[in-house]
């Protein structure tokens, strides 16, 4: 086993980017499980705008083996993220021969894709994939309902391409994106009908879910909310409620069970260990699907099956990593969520138990077009840049969830500093 240099492992939203630039350049036993959107593309509010850096793409060639993309978007369809790779490489024949897609799990955990661009959907039946491939339908019948009952006065134009914009065709995680929406109710200044918005969609989602049930499918989906406010105490994730100037809950993300970043740690770690060592601890046909619920379980299941001898210096990179502190009749109540903070905290939490130096690296999204998310505040102190507000509510002290690292100047710091580490680490 190694480590990474203790000064970026025991740091907390250190700003030192140079020490990572250090391990991945001279550490060779070194996963990297990262996040899309907000971390190598900057969040814009309508997804078929987003673009990627062609060098930075190929950049992660240079680490081919050690890097793998998780992301609750998906590789393929319409706003699929091989469509962003294509355009930047100029088409689908060079991205293929060049083999320029981004390897990894994507819908949470449930989409395969090697770097030639091949797809699995690992233990996914046929049922659930017919049962989700009509759920786009009924996103759209919802958002013109609402439309027609509260948008009568606006811009017919207008509306009809933001609710283009809104419906995510995905595969396996269709998909609500209300980014547009919101963008043109500020701009009418009719912000606070996204409230109504938000409860409108998600109410949609809880009809698709008892639907499911009444099909035979009531094990096979959940609902995703990003940004949300953690999970209750059934399990189900916590919508954020829009507020004036954040809005809150954008993305609806009807998905199925077992696709969580968490356990996609756990999946590509065993891909992993397949490639290096010949065996995959779990079995090569193991899945998000089959994997445990909870983080402990999950954590477990690493000690229990992975040869410590080959595990390396695991580094999480996201950008989703909210909290909220409430008082409610006098007690204090925590809400923590962000769709990257569960698989960032197993990353951390296989560092701690297996004594490992695995590294949390935070990027700070919040400069783009999408405004639901709180930015890092850096000030000289002592003549030393720092930062002295982290992405979460200032009243969270005891967050255990620790950013080892920021990169405050969002993607663009993270991919240059990626691309520079990846030319070094190539030769």
């Excluded at 390396?312 to 909290?323: A, K, L, Y």
Aim: glycine share 10%.
């Amino acid at each position: 086993m190694v480590s990474a240099h203790p000064l970026l492992t025991e740091s907390c939203l250190s700003l030192k980017t140079e020490q990572f630039f250090n391990l991945l350049t001279e550490i060779e036993n070194v996963l990297i499980i990262q996040d899309l959107d907000g971390v190598c593309m900057g969040l814009v509010q309508d997804p078929l705008n987003r673009v990627i850096d062609l060098d930075y793409v190929k950049a992660t060639q240079q680490l081919d083996g050690h890097f793998y993309v998780l992301t609750n978007g998906e590789h393929i369809g319409k706003r699929g993220v091989n469509g962003i790779v294509e355009r930047a490489a100029g088409g689908v024949e060079i991205a293929q021969a060049q083999g320029l897609y981004l390897p990894g799990l994507a819908a949470g955990g449930v989409q395969w894709q090697d770097r030639k661009g091949h797809i699995d959907h690992p233990g996914v039946s046929e049922a659930e994939l017919q049962f989700l491939a009509a759920v786009p339908q009924r996103i759209q019948a919802c958002l013109k309902a609402f439309a027609n009952q509260y948008l009568g006065a606006f811009n017919p134009e207008r509306v009809a391409g933001a609710i283009e914009a809104s419906v995510l065709d995905n595969v396996a995680s269709p998909t609500a994106n209300l980014n547009t929406f919101y963008g043109l109710l500020r701009e009418q200044n009719q912000e606070l009908l996204y409230g109504t918005l938000q409860q409108a969609i998600a109410h949609l989602m809880t009809e698709l879910l008892q639907e499911a049930t009444t099909q035979g499918l009531s094990d096979s989906f959940f609902v995703h909310y990003a940004p949300n406010l953690g999970r209750d105490e059934q399990g189900l994730e916590r919508l954020k409620p829009f507020a004036s100037g954040d809005s809150g809950t954008t993305d609806f993300q009807f998905m199925l069970t077992g696709g969580v970043k968490e356990a996609g740690v756990v999946a590509l770690l065993n891909r992993y260990y397949g490639q290096r060592t010949g065996t995959y601890p779990l079995g090569e046909s193991f899945s998000v699907r089959t994997a445990p619920q909870t983080l402990e379980g999950l954590l477990d299941l690493v000690q229990c099956h992975f040869d410590p001898q080959w595990m390396p210096v695991i580094v999480g990179v996201g950008d989703t990593v909210t909290s909220q502190v409430e008082e409610r009749e006098g007690k204090r109540v925590v809400r923590r969520g962000g769709s990257d903070r569960n698989f960032l905290q197993l990353v951390q939490n296989i560092g701690q138990a297996l004594n490992i130096g695995n590294v949390v690296v935070y990027i700070d999204s919040s400069r783009g077009e999408v405004k639901n998310r709180r930015s890092v505040k850096v000030e000289q102190v002592n003549g030393e840049a720092r930062i002295t507000e982290n992405p979460c509510d200032p009243k969270d002290v005891d967050d255990p969830l620790t950013l080892n690292l920021v990169f405050a100047g969002g993607h663009q710091e993270y991919c240059t500093l990626f691309k520079r580490a990846a030319a070094v680490r190539g030769f």
